[in-house]
């Protein structure tokens, strides 16, 4: 069974920074994409970003490009999201999703099978 916890999520003033870490039991990220999506109120679950193991392979929403940083730890077997120059509109519930299905692409939200349970992250202006 595998479990995938998100954490770190919270309130920041605009222009701030956070961290989110997911960090993953009963498979390990070395073999499978995992990425990070988000959800607003009233909004459908969106794209944020995805990395693939082999070769590295990052991927970005345009609205975070620059911004935000995808990153692993294998011995940890966490994947983080670095993101930086906050903005209100980033305000949302993000969670952390592992598809074992290399072969689509990775910002596609139905190729995930499994998704943590998610982290608010809250930006004020």
């Known amino acids: 069974q595998v479990q995938l916890v998100e954490s770190w999520g919270g309130l920041v003033q605009s222009g701030g920074s956070l961290r989110l870490s997911c960090a993953a039991s009963g498979r390990t990220f070395n073999t499978y994409p995992t990425g990070w999506f988000r959800q607003a109120p009233g909004k459908v679950r969106g794209f944020v970003a995805a990395l693939r193991w082999s070769g590295s392979f990052t991927y970005y929403a345009n609205s975070v490009k620059g911004r935000f940083t995808i990153s692993r730890n294998n011995a940890k077997n966490t994947v983080y999201l670095q993101m930086n120059s906050l903005k209100p509109e980033d305000t949302a519930v993000y969670y952390c999703?592992?598809?074992?299905?290399?072969?689509?692409?990775?910002?596609?939200?139905?190729?995930?099978?499994?998704w943590g349970q998610g982290t608010q992250v809250t930006v004020s202006s």
């Open positions: 999703g592992q598809t074992g299905d290399s072969s689509r692409h990775p910002s596609l939200k139905g190729a995930y099978d499994y």
